[in-house]
């Protein structure tokens, strides 16, 4: 019976989470065109789109604060609420305002939102079965921003802005529903000792994973970004299927990553973040379509362990007491290394990609030394003393 309740609201976050995620991403490609509708130039377009990923940024540690003080599920309430407002934003005359606002309450909403369900799963998962909970948990997040897009752009070209916008405002319904239909639980931990935002950052069994994470991630931003602007200077065609192909190697390999990975979560990091690195290797050499599409395919193995096999590690070695906050801080190096890995990206105006994807993959490679040679020992320490690492 326990595990019938816990499979049933994990199933519930699960869609939660597809719903929820996909009220924005199916607006992100509309946006852009309803402003460009509307006499919006393209910079500041860009500069709009982008509030997105600066409150998200924002949203996931503050909301690892809040969700450890409210609970998850009224956090998640919470954000379903301010999304709510968005419409009324989207429909002011002054509409450079109004689209900005709307995208910093997006990036506050789902980002706070995008820890309440992490926690949530990490919460109603066991020790046994954590790395698949967190695996599938990441593969909803992907679902919704994989196919969301394509359902916007279709609602837009067929039905037009203000339907598009009022299928949001159903999917938010939606999200609402299952959130409702989550039972709390007893975690069996007593609050009884508070802990501040700089204190759990400055811990080692918070800030070691994360730094982990972020060298890992640094390498999407640099990829995803900067890929266009990679094939015109090596005359490269077809590269929507290394989007293609690589999103099915990461559903696929995160699909079958739990029913495996439990004994092996320590071999699995050090797996990925060594597929990170020769990806970027053989990027730099890549001179036609098939050394593109298999670089894909090994970015793909690689980026699809590194999220949640390093979540698990830390949801499994971190207090309960403090968890919500931990993995706010955690999961903020996702937004964080994207956004640098685009920065890092632009360096190819002054420097050759063959160099520059070199030298980015030191970065992946760095977190390798970096989990292989300080994390595991703190927290192989932490098991063998009991200590509280900080």
Known sequence: MENYRTTRNFIYDLAATVFFLSTYYILMPVL???MLAVGINNLVIGTIMGLFSVTSMVARPLGGIWVDTMGRRKLMFLSIILFFTTPFFLNLPAV???FSLAQLIYGFSIGAFTVATTTFAADISSSGNVAQFMGYH???CIAAKGLAPAVGVRLMKTYGFSTTVSTTVILALLASIFVFLLRDFKTGVEKNQSHSF??????KDVYLPTLVLFSGLVTFGA???MLPVFAEERGLAGIEYFFVINTASVIFTRAVLG???KNYLENLVCASLI???ISFIFMSFVVNFYQLIAVSVIYGLGYAMLFPVLSAILVLHISPEYKGMALGIFTAAFDLGVAAGTTMGGFSQYIDFKYLYLLLALLPAAGFFLFKYTYLPLIHRTEKYGESES
């Open 138 to 140: 990441s593969i909803a």
């Open 198 to 203: 700089i204190e759990v950052l400055l811990k």
């Open 32 to 34: 852009p065109i309803q």
């Open 223 to 225: 990829i995803s970004a």
């Open 275 to 277: 597929l990170l690195a």
């Open 259 to 261: 029913s495996w990975s």
């Open 96 to 98: 450079t305002i109004g």
